[in-house]
């Protein structure tokens, strides 16, 4: 019973947003930032990066139920350091469920069944996400002067920015960004899981966890 996104993301907290707008898919990795071919630009490391959604259960009958997360370790996408943007994105097929360390780290104790695991990750890449019909998740973005990131975030076809604090560490050899994030599904135009007509489902606001990582290229 996991949902929705994981969504949204990149880079972090709590932020405001726009009305939704229709938004266009883009490959894995595409590179929107316009930068001038004398700004450096740095790739990601999908290996050292990650983006972790946590998803937890609702409804009169949420006992019975477990709580989920689902990430992405399959990030693409470059960052240009000196415009202070970014395009990034990840594939919803490539995402993992309740990974053990993870369920830890979000203080999930129970580790639900293959069979549970694998449900899952049906009724998310189904009913949930339409992950055969969109399935990247893209994010751009931009650097403001305050240090804030705006971010377009495209997902199940709706594009948001969020205004987002942020904490960016850059270097001669790589960019770091990391944080947390609260996100809705229906905010993306997203029916969150449920059966029984409510009475065990998902909720809306999903917590989200990130640490991206880009690297300059060897010469």
């Given at each position: 019973?996991?949902?929705?996104?994981?969504?949204?993301?990149?880079?972090?907290?709590?932020?405001?947003?726009?009305?939704?707008?229709?938004?266009?898919?883009?490959?894995p990795?595409?590179y929107?930032?316009?930068?001038?071919p004398?700004?450096?630009?740095?790739?990601?490391?999908?290996?050292?990066?990650?983006?972790?959604?946590?998803?937890?259960?609702?409804?009169p009958?949420?006992?019975?139920?477990?709580?989920?997360?689902?990430a992405?370790h399959?990030?693409?996408?470059?960052?240009?350091?000196g415009?202070?943007?970014?395009d990034?994105?990840?594939?919803?097929?490539?995402?993992?469920?309740?990974?053990?360390?993870?369920?830890r780290?979000a203080?999930?104790?129970?580790?639900?069944?293959v069979?549970?695991?694998?449900?899952?990750?049906?009724?998310?890449?189904?009913?949930?996400?339409?992950a055969?019909?969109?399935?990247?998740?893209t994010?751009?973005?931009?650097?403001?002067?305050?240090?804030?990131?705006?971010?377009a975030?495209?997902?199940?076809?709706?594009?948001r920015?969020?205004?987002?604090p942020?904490?960016?560490?850059?270097d001669?050899?790589?960019?770091?960004?990391?944080?947390?994030?609260?996100?809705?599904?229906?905010?993306?135009?997203?029916?969150?899981?449920?059966?029984?007509?409510?009475?065990?489902s998902?909720?809306?606001?999903?917590?989200?966890?990130?640490?991206i990582?880009?690297?300059?290229?060897?010469p």
């Amino acid at each position: 019973m996991a949902a929705g996104i994981a969504s949204a993301v990149l880079l972090a907290a709590c932020g405001q947003l726009a009305p939704p707008a229709p938004g266009p898919a883009a490959e894995p990795g595409a590179y929107r930032a316009g930068a001038a071919p004398s700004v450096a630009t740095y790739a990601v490391d999908p290996q050292a990066s990650l983006i972790a959604v946590t998803v937890r259960r609702a409804g009169p009958l949420a006992r019975l139920g477990h709580d989920h997360v689902v990430a992405s370790h399959t990030l693409a996408g470059q960052v240009a350091a000196g415009s202070g943007s970014a395009d990034l994105s990840f594939r919803l097929d490539q995402m993992s469920v309740d990974e053990p360390q993870l369920l830890r780290d979000a203080g999930i104790e129970k580790q639900p069944s293959v069979q549970a695991v694998e449900g899952t990750r049906t009724n998310m890449l189904g009913a949930v996400l339409d992950a055969q019909r969109y399935p990247l998740v893209t994010l751009h973005a931009e650097r403001q002067a305050d240090g804030t990131l705006n971010v377009a975030i495209t997902l199940h076809g709706v594009t948001r920015s969020l205004a987002l604090p942020a904490t960016v560490r850059i270097d001669a050899a790589q960019v770091s960004a990391s944080g947390t994030a609260r996100l809705k599904q229906t905010d993306f135009g997203i029916t969150p899981f449920s059966v029984g007509g409510g009475l065990l489902s998902v909720q809306d606001e999903l917590e989200v966890r990130y640490h991206i990582v880009a690297r300059r290229p060897l010469p």
